[in-house]
């Protein structure tokens, strides 16, 4: 059975760094390209990156607004994904989704974790 | 930067059919993909590639795409369908990006 577990959210304050991990069973995490999609409270669906499998050189794309910001990246040996956010503003509050895009061109995501609570907030 | 546009809200009678929209230019000539999301859950995908549905999904679920707009219908609306439903598309006309839907929330009446 697929499972991604989001760890690493919490309360944390404008201008500050924050870190988020997804650590995924269930299949072999290295074949995979894993995304980042995030809900703020009230609002719809916006993604915020994702990082290719490394046999597609493992690079990453980010959306504008996080752009700079933030960084994803992967142990294949854990089967861990991380997403590094800095600098964070209050806009950034959010429910952070890890997810798992699935095979193939302009692929599904296939596979969401339950989430975890990001809040800026002095 | 892609748009994909959906109506906010529809309604629809149980047994009923319900058809949300997802509008974008020339969203014909990509893939659409379709999640449910109920409260407080995470989301689940209902259509994937346009029409094609992951095991588990009702029969019920169905979708088409062409020309600027493609479509979900869930057809023989039960209670248990009452939830948000977001599009969503690669665009790859820039980099290569995600693209979510504004959204669609269904009520069962």
């Known amino acids: 059975e697929v499972q991604l577990v989001e760890s690493g959210g919490g309360l944390v304050q404008p201008g500050r760094s924050l870190r988020l991990s997804c650590t995924a069973s269930g299949f072999t995490f290295g074949d995979y390209a894993m995304s980042w999609v995030r809900q703020a409270p009230g609002k719809g669906l916006e993604w915020v990156g994702f990082?290719?499998?490394?046999?597609?050189?493992?690079?990453?794309e980010y959306a504008a607004s996080v752009k700079g910001r933030f960084t994803i990246s992967r142990d294949d040996s854990k089967s861990i994904a991380y997403l590094q956010m800095n600098s964070l503003k209050t806009e950034d509050t959010a429910v952070y989704y890890c997810?798992?895009?699935?095979?193939?061109?302009?692929?599904?995501?296939?596979?969401w974790g339950q989430g975890t609570l990001v809040t800026v907030s002095s | 930067s892609y748009v994909l546009t959906q109506p906010p809200s529809v309604s629809v009678a149980p047994g009923k059919t319900a058809r949300i929209t997802c509008g974008g230019n020339?969203?014909?000539?990509?893939?659409v993909h379709w999640y449910q999301q109920k409260p407080g859950q995470a989301p689940v995908l209902v259509i994937y590639y346009d029409s094609d549905r992951p095991s588990g999904i009702p029969e019920r679920f169905s979708g088409s795409n062409s020309g600027n707009t493609a479509t979900l219908t869930i057809s023989r609306v039960e209670a248990g369908d009452e939830a948000d439903y977001y599009c969503?598309?690669?665009?790859?006309?820039?980099?290569?990006?995600?693209?979510f839907g504004t959204g669609t929330k269904v009520t069962v009446l």
């Open positions: 990082i290719r499998s490394k046999a597609y050189g493992g690079t990453t």
């Open positions: 020339n969203i014909g000539s990509k893939s």
């Open positions: 997810t798992r895009e699935g095979r193939g061109s302009y692929a599904p995501i296939d596979y």
């Open positions: 969503q598309v690669w665009d790859s006309s820039s980099d290569h990006r995600c693209v």
